[in-house]
């Protein structure tokens, strides 16, 4: 009987560090962005964690394990801004920025506010672990520290200048390319000085503009004694949606894993229609999408006429995702509103992928090695399609430059040459090959951190360290004073020197003058 009441004591002990009870916040109104924590989400309740999900696209159909906080109000809000998004294009660096920055600080504080958050923040809730969204939203990491959870941080997209000051991780602009300039990292002489300006404005904008609000807001709605800045370095790990198959090999401290590849799902089976499409279409397939954020239907009439001219011309299919009926479209061009994009990716009769270079697509274009001609618009698509023609894998069109002549060239250029299949091929298989799949290496360093209650050990000590001192500003400074100090005592007494020297001269002339 006792034997049986510890081996039921040992199993609750068991059972409650395997389930354990995990806040999840992805509040960004974007398909794209709620689509990675939805995976994340979703595979922890699989595997019998309790998670409750700031979203704004709350479940129709309830899944075991998983509570939604809904803020779907956000999605009206983004509407209205979405419907310029291919004016972004035209737009500089820095109102580019300006224009996130804004947007989301907005939304930081709209998630606050909402009556199912203030409800959460307001309740006995008790949480294991806090995972949070970053793009923007600092303020928001506040929510670990007011259920005193560990925090999980997850970037939407590569190390960059918003996370890596998060985890003091080295970013030189020698060759570590922002993401806002279109860089690879090799660049010239003229390129790391755009690039290390872009780092300045870019950090800059980050401490002057954004900053400030989030540390308000932080204040505002998290109550505590602590400023922002006290808990803002604290995240136990970063995991960034990027892997070396994709980007550049780049420094990473030891609490910021790669996770680049999770989101990408085994191939489902495709509705008949479309499977038959794509197995009786021998000659190849082309799928052309601009992602959930970007329609194709907003794209200028003369622009959509050279692209359908262009189309007219191969003899291959195309599969593009267009929103509306589109008028004079050429027999191969079969149009879907919607459409399972990473399934259809992953049959073999799928030759090319054109696409806005959003990092999701190219990650899942490089899953199923398919090449790309990448048309970029705003945000990282300019540096996701940059690195990927220098890997050899795509081949850009700007979409200023969009046009019947161009895209044919970029067509023909995917279809006949054989180096960008070859290559992406080789990518998918470095994707591929990893110790543990991207999700499930995910997965095991969350639950390491509910295992250890935060991971203090995988911390760098760079953050204990002001900015100038871990750029050894401070030291060059000293040194350089020390150096120009010590060019200033040698000037002196050398001047001392030659002068008693002229003297002595002097003296000596003047005595012989007067003997003779
Ligand atoms: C920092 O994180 C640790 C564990 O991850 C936690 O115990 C501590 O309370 C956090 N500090 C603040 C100021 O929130």
Redo the contacts with the bound molecule.
Sequence with gaps: MTRFLAAIFLFAIIWSAQSAKILVNFPMPAYSHFSLGFRLAKELADRGHQVTVINPYPQKTPIKNYKDISVEEHVEFIEELKKNLFGMNNMGFVSNINFLLMMCSNLTERTFINKNVQQLLNSEEIFDLVITEHFLNEAHFGL??HF????VVVSPGAANSLTNHLTANPSPSSYVPNIMTGFTSHMNFWQRTTNFLANIVYDGMREVIMMPIQRKLFKKYIKSD?ELD??LF?A?IVLTNSHISVQDAVPHVPNMIEIGGFHVKPPKKLPDDLQKFLDDSKEGVILFSMGSNLKSKDLKPEVREGILEAFSKIKQKVLWKFETELEGAPKNVKIMKWLPQQDILAHPNIVMFISHGGLLSTIEAVYHGVPIVGIPVFGDQEANIAAAASKGYAVRVPLKELSEEKLSWALNEILNNPKYRENIKQRSKLMQDQPLKPLDSAIYWIEH?IRH????HLRSAGLDLKWYEREMIDIILFLTLVTILLFIVFYIIIKKIIRSCCRKKQVKVSRTKKNK
């Design positions: 670990a520290h005193k959870a560990p925090l602590l006290d808990v604290n136990s951190v209650k935060g991971a203090p």
